[in-house]
Nanobody
Framework: QLQLVESGGGLVQPGGSLRLSCAAS????????IGWFRQAPGKEREGVSC????????NYADSVKGRFTISRDNTKNTVYLQMNSLKPEDTAVYYC??????????????????WGQGTQVTVSS
């Protein structure tokens, strides 16, 4: 009923690009904070990026600044993560998540109530 579905992951060589999508059903993403998170094997979950209708509109982890871009298409109820110049250390399962709270700020450490199933990104030569 209230679902987030990630897609767009895959195998890519270092320096390559991928575009991840997070599509929502059962609710709209327009006024919620949406975050991208990742978890590599043997490591804890890490916040990657978020987007919100409330300033600051976007935030990025230092490790991905200048390489990743988060965006939103309200007409499609979808959030994207464009990943360029990929590195082996970007390898992880990537998850998108949304707040139940409307007009939540873009903060990766806040509570996120809805989570997708994840999509695998593997960067290897």
């Amino acid at each position: 009923q209230l679902q987030l579905v990630e897609s767009g992951g895959g195998l890519v060589q270092p320096g390559g690009s991928l575009r991840l999508s997070c599509a929502a059903s059962g609710f709209t993403l327009n006024y919620r904070a949406i975050g991208w998170f990742r978890q590599a094997p043997g490591k804890e979950r890490e916040g990657v990026s978020c987007i919100s209708s409330v300033a600051p509109s976007t935030n990025y982890a230092d490790s991905v600044k200048g390489r990743f871009t988060i965006s939103r298409d309200n007409t499609k109820n979808t959030v994207y993560l464009q990943m360029n110049s990929l590195k082996p250390e970007d390898t992880a399962v990537y998850y998108c998540a949304a707040t139940e709270l409307l007009f939540a700020r873009c903060v990766l450490s806040q509570r996120y109530d809805y989570w997708g199933q994840g999509t695998q990104v593997t960067v290897s030569s």
